[in-house]
């Protein structure tokens, strides 16, 4: 159990962002220990709900958990014509698939999570998303997701990485390399989107990332979106495409859909790819070649 735990509450601190922290008053720990992967925490935290974190990482809070996923899964989801079958890399909470899964399109998803304990406890604790992973669309893979994209190529419309911070195990999944890898399991006009840090909090990762996608797609951006329970309260995602812009929807949520989300809208789409000159102004020299 972390020290933390004992004083009663929970701070996740990381080299990616020096002297800072996020702290969160423990109400009742639910869950810790020690898996074959990693420090899988689950606790009550005091205006979040259920939280779920891994190796100290905050990674789900049940307060604003509809945020991540609801973007994660609509902006590249909406992008697209007709998405039919997903590769999700990552995502053992369920999270990202219970939302694919309320697209009618879509037929089938892979889902690679290394640690199987990480569904067992979120099926557990957080039912809520972890019962999507029981759906018979939904197929299961408890191995490295980088080692599994290399073996299916050009079999996925869209290609989701839902990635840890780049820090030890996780950097892996930042390099070129893997996202190259991640592109040729792509159909023609498919999407790959990977997560890819805080422009606010560490912006050199995030340009990394962004230029990664530049050299890899004829179309690609990055969109950002605030969310309290993640240190520094915003996160990102970049995404591409080599067929067509996906900055805006390619398809409109109708009817029940719409009543359905709580974050993602057509409107939110667009705005997220909406980011200020101090940002913009880094890749200003790149758009002019």
């Known amino acids: 159990m972390s020290e933390v735990f004992k004083e009663g509450y929970f701070t996740e601190e990381c080299p990616l962002w020096p002297g800072r922290a996020l702290s969160v008053r423990i109400e009742e720990v639910l869950a810790s220990e020690e898996t074959d992967y990693q420090l899988l925490e689950i606790f009550r935290g005091e205006g979040f709900g259920k939280m779920l974190a891994l190796d100290g990482k905050i990674q789900l809070a049940e307060s604003d958990e509809f945020i991540y996923h609801e973007m994660f899964a609509h902006v590249p989801c909406f992008a697209h014509p007709e998405p039919e079958n997903v590769l999700v890399i990552g995502g053992g909470d369920g999270g990202v698939v ?5 697209h009618s399109c879509i037929e089938h998803i892979d889902l ?6 990480v569904v067992n406890q979120c099926t557990r604790f957080f039912p809520w998303t972890g019962k999507a992973l029981n759906d018979p669309r939904v197929d299961l893979h408890f191995l490295d997701g980088s080692l ?6 050009a079999s996925y419309d869209l290609v989701l990485v839902d990635g840890p911070d780049p820090i030890g195990p996780g950097e892996a999944l930042f390099t070129k390399n893997f996202l190259a890898d991640c592109k040729r399991a792509l ?3 498919g999407i790959l989107v990977s997560q890819s840090e805080s422009y606010l909090l560490h912006p050199a990762v995030t340009e990394e990332q962004c230029r990664t996608f530049q050299e890899l797609f004829a179309y690609s951006g990055y969109y950002a979106f ?4 993640y240190p520094g309260g915003s996160l990102g995602f970049c995404i591409g495409c080599d067929e067509h812009r996906v900055d805006a929807p390619y398809r409109r949520p109708i009817g029940a859909f719409v009543r359905r989300l709580k974050m993602y809208s057509m409107a939110v789409h667009k705005a997220a790819f909406v980011l200020p000159p101090f940002w913009t102004k880094r890749f200003e020299s790149d758009e002019e070649k």
Do not use: T
């Open 187 to 189: 159909r023609p006009g």
């Open 226 to 229: 605030s969310i309290p329970s």
């Open 98 to 102: 219970r939302e694919l899964l309320k």
């Open 148 to 153: 599994f994209v290399k073996g299916h190529p």
């Open 112 to 117: 690679c999570e290394l640690d199987e304990e």
